[in-house]
Structures are given as structure tokens and as C-alpha cells.
């Protein structure tokens, strides 16, 4: 280094990370291989099976979804029924539970049974009314069974035991905590399921029993309680 000169900047090389190195090295060479890709008819068909897979989910997951609401419509009504007959005995009157053609439950009391006996009325003072389910699950059957079901049966009479026609009995709970003999069926309210519920009522005990069955089971069930509901010559009589 000479006396009166001074060293120049030192040039730093070009960067090959810049926008133009980066275009530069994104640039294919001539000897290099092609990449696979994907089809348009293999994205369509991709893309179908998505769509398949979701929609088998969303219906999966709406038939477990009806089916689990009917369960609880059934628990409900069950406590219902157990309500209804609490309240008729804190009350002293009588309440009855009467069920129209579409299955949809009316609660009604007998307010004066001394002034106006058999009179009953709508119950507007039920404190439970919102225990009955009417969007879950819907009455279809309502038979009067037992010594409830021949407490009039005559000898001209047909028994309601064992009448093939559908019945939609009203369902009576008294002052002393009894009850009317029953059994009641209870379906979805939509076509698509088509299980059903039998609940099974006894005069002093309450709900015997109470379970979920096929269009096969019900009718095993149906010929089951009717052999064991038929009437003696002693009822008869």
C-alpha cells in the first residue's frame, strides 16, 4: 500500500436470495424430471368423495340424534305420570290424562268433585305441564287393562283387552294415589323411526314396567299381556 491512497470499499458478491435469485433457481433445467400432478378428474373425484363421507356423517349423526330424543321423550313422559299421580293425591281431586287423534296429551282436574262430580276442566294451575313431550314422543295407545279395563264389561260386551281396534283410553289418577290400570304406547313423532315405547301402569304401583321395542317385540309383547289380562268367568259374571 502506497503512502496518499486509501483502500476502497470492499463490493460484497450478489446474493442469489433475492427476487431475482429466487426466480432464477425456481427455473426448471432442461434435464430435469417433470413433476406429478393432479388431474382435473382426479380432483373431482376427490372432492365427490368428501362430500359422500360428510354427508354419510350428517345422516349418521341425525338418525343417532332422533333416536336419543326419543329416549328422553319417553323418560319424560314417565315422569309425567308420576307427577300427574303425586299432584292428584296433594290436590284430593281426581286428574285424567286424555290424548287426541295426533297423540298430544290434555291434562285435566276434576275442581268441585262434590258440586259438579265427573265435570273435569282444563288444568291451568299444572305446575309440570311442560314435563309432557310433544315434540319427542307421542301417544298412539292408551288401553285400559286389568280389573279398570272390565270394571263395565257385560256379557253382550266385547273386553277392551283384547279388542283389535286401537284404543285412546283417558288415563284417570285419584285422591288416594291410585291410578287406572293401563298400558300405554308411545311412538317418534316422525315416520322415520319406527320403534315404540310400552309403559305399563298398575292400579296401586305405579310403572311396572317401561321399555323401547321393535314392530316385532310389540305385538309379542301385546299377546303376552293380553293372555295374562283375560278375563275369568268370575269378571264376567
Known amino acids: 500500500m502506497t503512502s496518499g491512497t486509501m483502500p476502497g470499499p470492499r463490493r460484497r458478491p450478489p446474493r442469489s436470495d433475492g427476487p431475482r435469485g429466487r426466480a432464477a433457481s425456481r427455473r426448471r433445467r432442461p434435464d430435469a424430471p417433470l413433476r406429478p400432478a393432479f388431474t382435473l378428474l382426479e380432483l373431482a373425484l376427490a372432492l365427490s368423495l368428501v362430500v359422500a363421507l360428510a354427508i354419510a356423517g350428517m345422516l349418521a349423526f341425525g338418525g343417532?340424534?332422533?333416536?336419543?330424543?326419543?329416549?328422553?321423550?319417553v323418560e319424560?313422559?314417565?315422569?309425567?305420570?308420576?307427577?300427574?299421580?303425586?299432584?292428584?293425591?296433594?290436590?284430593?281431586?281426581r286428574l285424567r290424562l286424555q290424548f287426541d287423534e295426533e297423540g298430544f296429551t290434555q291434562i285435566l282436574w276434576e275442581p268441585k268433585p262434590l258440586e259438579?262430580?265427573?265435570?273435569?276442566?282444563?288444568?291451568?294451575?299444572?305446575?309440570?305441564?311442560?314435563?309432557?313431550?310433544?315434540d319427542l314422543a307421542r301417544v298412539s295407545r292408551c288401553e285400559l287393562i286389568g280389573s279398570s279395563a272390565y270394571r263395565t264389561v257385560t256379557h253382550s260386551q266385547e273386553?277392551?283387552?283384547?279388542?283389535?281396534?286401537?284404543?285412546?283410553?283417558?288415563?284417570?289418577?285419584?285422591?288416594?294415589?291410585t291410578c287406572e290400570e293401563a298400558l300405554l304406547e308411545l311412538r317418534p313423532p316422525g315416520e322415520s323411526d319406527s320403534r315404540r315405547a310400552v309403559i305399563q301402569i298398575s292400579a296401586r304401583g305405579g310403572i311396572v314396567s317401561a321399555r323401547i321395542v321393535n314392530e316385532q317385540e310389540l305385538q309379542e309383547y301385546y299377546d303376552q299381556i293380553q293372555s295374562e289380562q283375560a278375563p275369568s268367568e268370575d269378571q264376567l259374571e
Open 64 to 73: 343417532w340424534d332422533s333416536q336419543a330424543a326419543f329416549e328422553q321423550g
Open 76 to 93: 319424560r313422559f314417565q315422569a309425567a305420570l308420576r307427577m300427574a299421580r303425586a299432584d292428584a293425591a296433594n290436590q284430593g281431586r
Open 159 to 177: 273386553a277392551i283387552g283384547v279388542a283389535d281396534q286401537v284404543e285412546l283410553s283417558p288415563l284417570t289418577f285419584y285422591s288416594d294415589g
Open 116 to 134: 259438579e262430580p265427573g265435570v273435569f276442566t282444563d288444568y291451568e294451575g299444572c305446575l309440570w305441564r311442560d314435563m309432557v313431550p310433544r
